[in-house]
């Protein structure tokens, strides 16, 4: 495999305080190590240079260039018109330990794995979280990394040959953009499936708002996740549900807050269903 290219190119739980901290150190080992598809040479440096490294992650005032990295699975050529599989990584994480979690799959995909926007100890945030999970500030900071997210992914497809919309996943903060972008970017997501990810309620889109082209949801979540609960996740859903969007939850008894095997195995299912639809 050759390396990759980086590109910059409803009430809630009070389990939702939980320590950020904590939060981070679990995130930072979510993906499984993992195998490989093609991937592009070489390490392309960012057009700007990236904020110095700080503790506490701000998210940016208006969307901003997103870097990524960029690899085709499947045995797949780069010339081939090929769906946009976009893995999004929680906090502390960056993209060279996440795309571990779909480099490996055997179906035919060019697989983004973008870095989050600020530089967040070892590794990258995607918006600031010293408030609660279900805050309003928490929900505007997922809206304007989800609208940089959207306005990338819109110019990946305009460049690259690419079939259909993006199929979106990722995993805890990169669960709540999922659902972000299936929400308020249907022009540019097909199908979305989160990963230990939440929805706050500033980011619900509100009675009669739903977009007809907003694609189908599966959230995938741990029961015993302590870090980002799943009760405000399954009142999401069910919200959701009732706005006419079609979300469903798949619940994993005894997983917490990281991305077990069986729901990776499950993850792989969805996301290869999504592709071959594209076909």
Do not use: N
């Not at 592009?40 to 904020?51: F, M, N, S």
């Not at 998210?59 to 050529?77: F, H, K, Q, R, S």
């Not at 996943?169 to 659902?179: E, I, K, N, P, Y």
């Amino acid at each position: 495999m050759r390396p990759s290219r980086l590109r910059r190119c409803s009430a809630w739980s009070a389990l939702a305080l939980a320590s950020l901290v904590s939060l981070a150190a679990c995130e930072r080992r979510a993906a499984p190590p993992g195998g490989g598809g093609a991937a592009d040479t070489g390490l392309q440096a960012p057009r700007a240079a990236p904020a110095a490294s700080t503790a506490v992650p701000t998210a940016p005032a208006a969307p901003v260039a997103v870097e990524y990295l960029e690899e085709v699975t499947g045995g797949a050529d780069r010339g081939e018109a090929l769906p946009l599989v976009v893995a999004i990584h929680g906090l502390g994480d960056r993209p060279e330990s996440f795309a571990g979690l779909l480099s490996g799959v055997d179906f035919k995909a060019r697989l983004i794995v973008p870095r989050g926007l600020t530089p967040y100890h070892d590794g990258y945030s995607w918006f600031a979280l010293q408030q609660a999970l279900g805050s309003d500030d928490v929900g505007q900071g997922i809206l304007r990394a989800a609208g940089a997210l959207a306005a990338t992914l819109e110019r990946l497809a305009a460049e690259r040959p690419t079939r259909g919309k993006a199929v979106v996943t990722g995993f805890s903060q990169g669960g709540a953009l999922s659902f972000a972008l299936a929400l308020h970017h249907p022009r540019v997501v097909g199908a979305a499936f989160p990963v230990g990810g939440w929805v706050p309620p500033s980011a619900l889109p509100g009675a009669g708002a739903v977009d007809p082209a907003t694609p189908a949801l599966v959230a995938l979540h741990g029961e015993a996740d302590r870090r980002v609960p799943i009760g405000p996740t399954r009142e999401a859903i069910a919200t959701l549900s009732r706005l006419g969007v079609k979300a469903s939850l798949e619940a994993y008894p005894d997983v917490g807050h990281t991305v077990s095997a069986e729901m990776r195995r499950d993850l792989v299912r969805l996301i290869r269903s999504a592709v071959d639809e594209m076909r």
